[in-house]
């Protein structure tokens, strides 16, 4: 694949891919390897999912799938060559990846930063564009106003968080996507100046040029998308499809609580509740005599919680049992794994 002549990187200029490989061999062996492996004759690239809702996997993606996803958000986000990005997410995994290959494709001139829980520690100057996870963004509130735009993935942005992004003077969005749709395929604005850009409302993800979305019978999305994936990609995400281009995530098929023959979605419970409970926590299930499945409340915490939660939920959706565990188990890029989670607690009481 060839580099733009407008690439750059921590704003050095390069006249050869041989120079850049050299460059990145002394700077970012990560990045290096990658890179590499992007300019070779291999016609495809291997990465590993995330494992959110199961055991992570390498899958194969073409190298012209990545460059179509990467043109995509380019243009999605109307950044030209010479725009100037940070990379602060690992390599390692796809969203990172990605991040260097629009680098590469659009000619962007992109700095390379720590992997950390800091990510911003050390920049001063301004910048264009920075995707990051949420834990990152919070740690980074101070010097968000360096950025143009953020857009934030891997994992939910709780509400504090939601309420620190939205009066600031920088365009906050949301992605929607995962490895096997080559990063990101709709993007959801989180802030006014965000949903100005887009012209949407804040709730609804609006998809990337040339994506086509439909619902099954259990009401979850599936993906066409033929420029970045040669098959339909059918995800266990409950929506609501609002027209041709917007839709509103609602919860995850595989997480319904079957309590008594209610269905309970734990992520509407836990959005009644983000605003009431500080700690990391979710809603899960236990097995039960009666009900079959009862509700139940997981927090991260090394001590009980006072919470009363009577006057915020209704009967069906209030937990049975709330338990406390010190540190969640997590997948390989940080997110909760609820299962296993449960699983550790449940057998532990």
Request: aromatic share 8%; charged share 25%.
């Amino acid at each position: 694949m060839k580099v733009h002549s407008c690439f750059k990187i921590n704003n050095i200029s390069f006249k050869s891919e041989k120079e850049i490989l050299e460059y990145l061999q002394n700077t970012d062996i990560y990045s290096y390897n990658f890179v590499n492996n992007w300019l070779d004759s291999d016609e495809h690239i291997y990465v590993k999912t995330s494992g959110s809702t199961g055991v992570p996997k390498t899958i194969k993606i073409r190298k012209q799938q990545m460059k179509a996803s990467a043109i995509a958000t380019a243009k999605f986000f109307d950044l030209k060559e010479d725009s100037k990005v940070l990379l602060c997410l690992s390599t390692g995994f796809i969203a990172g990846k990605m991040m260097l290959v629009r680098a590469m494709v659009s000619g962007w001139n992109i700095t390379l930063s720590s992997v950390s829980s800091f990510p911003l520690k050390e920049i001063n100057c301004n910048f264009d564009f920075v995707a990051m996870v949420p834990m990152q963004v919070s740690n980074s509130l101070e010097k968000i106003h360096l950025f143009n735009k953020v857009l934030i993935g891997g994992a939910a942005i709780d509400s504090g968080l939601n309420k620190n992004l939205q009066n600031i003077d920088t365009a906050v969005f949301s992605s929607y996507g995962m490895t096997e749709t080559v990063s990101h395929i709709a993007i959801k604005p989180i802030n006014n100046k965000a949903g100005i850009f887009m012209n949407v409302s804040n709730n609804n993800y609006k998809t990337l040029d040339n994506i086509e979305i439909n619902t099954d019978n259990r009401s979850c999305l599936n993906i066409v998308a033929k420029q970045l994936n040669d098959d339909i990609v059918q995800t266990n995400d409950i929506v609501k499809i609002i027209n041709k281009k917007e839709f509103v995530w609602l919860g995850r098929y595989d997480n319904i609580i079957n309590s008594g023959a209610v269905k309970i979605s734990p992520e509407d419970i836990e959005k009644k509740l983000e605003q009431y409970i500080n700690n990391r926590f979710f809603i899960s299930w236990q097995k039960d005599s009666v009900l079959g499945q009862k509700v139940i409340l997981i927090i991260e915490s090394e001590k009980n919680i006072n919470i009363n939660l009577s006057d915020i939920l209704d009967k069906y959706e209030t937990p049975k049992e709330i338990y406390f565990c010190k540190k969640f188990k997590e997948t390989t890029n940080g997110k909760i794994n609820r299962e296993q989670t449960r699983v550790l607690v449940v057998d532990r009481s």
